[in-house]
């Protein structure tokens, strides 16, 4: 039998191990910041979770999704301090 809040430790124990192999993001400040504070994306700047396996260019689903889940794991890095993370496919179709 599982204990309460088992598998919830065991994901996030997880995702910390893969986003190890992907490499640290490097943060830098967005460009702008939107009216609701959302960050903005200036010229080779991308969004990155910490422990996403990928940037996105543009304001995708998945990014605004993120932002209103849990806007502090939203992140701005530059497009060469991805690491191993792959572009997102909604991205390159927008």
């Known amino acids: 039998m599982t204990q309460p809040g088992g ?6 124990e997880r995702a910390s ?3 190890a ?3 640290p993001a490097k943060l830098v400040e967005p460009a702008h910041r939107g009216p609701d504070g959302a960050p903005w ?3 080779g700047q991308v969004y990155v979770t910490r422990t996403g396996v990928a940037f996105h260019r543009t304001w995708c689903a ?3 999704s993120r932002w209103a889940a849990l806007p502090s794991s939203l992140l701005v890095t530059t497009e060469d301090a991805v690491g191993l ?3 997102c496919s909604d991205c390159a179709t927008a």
């Open 17 to 19: 191990r893969r986003a």
């Open 7 to 12: 598998a919830t430790a065991r994901a996030r």
């Open 85 to 87: 993370r792959h572009p």
């Open 62 to 64: 998945a990014v605004a």
């Open 41 to 43: 994306l200036g010229p």
């Open 21 to 23: 192999m992907l490499g």
